[in-house]
Nanobody, 117 residues
């Protein structure tokens, strides 16, 4: 019954910023893994950033220094702050999460980010 809902996408000019949010509902426990992936037209889905329950984070080389992943465990929400956006960042961004004692990895439906030059 877990659902993930992304928000905060849209159109922005190169050099601008966006903040994506992903709220998880339907679980009585906090997620032990949450992350962001993206898929650009004609390309495979790729990992952008992850965060685990301890707070440890990991980033793709292409976004290091520009993107920051964070979470609010009480709200079961993960955020992706995106700064210094480039046209190459244009993609559909997907949130995912894993919960204790639950087998599936849950995915949001995706949200579009478009960066104009």
């Amino acid at each position: 019954q877990v659902q993930l809902v992304e928000s905060g996408g849209g159109l922005v000019q190169a050099g601008g910023s966006l903040r994506l949010s992903c709220a998880a509902s339907g679980s009585s426990r906090s997620a032990n893994f949450m992350g962001w992936y993206r898929q650009a037209p004609g390309k495979e889905r790729e990992l952008v950033a992850t965060i685990i329950f301890s707070g440890s984070t990991n980033y793709a080389d292409s976004v290091k220094g520009r993107f920051t992943i964070s979470r609010d465990t009480g709200k079961n929400t993960v955020y992706l702050q995106m700064n210094s956006l480039k046209p190459e960042d244009t993609a559909v961004y997907y949130c995912n999460a894993k919960f204790p004692y639950m087998v599936p990895m849950y995915w949001g439906k995706g949200i579009r980010v478009t960066v104009s030059s």
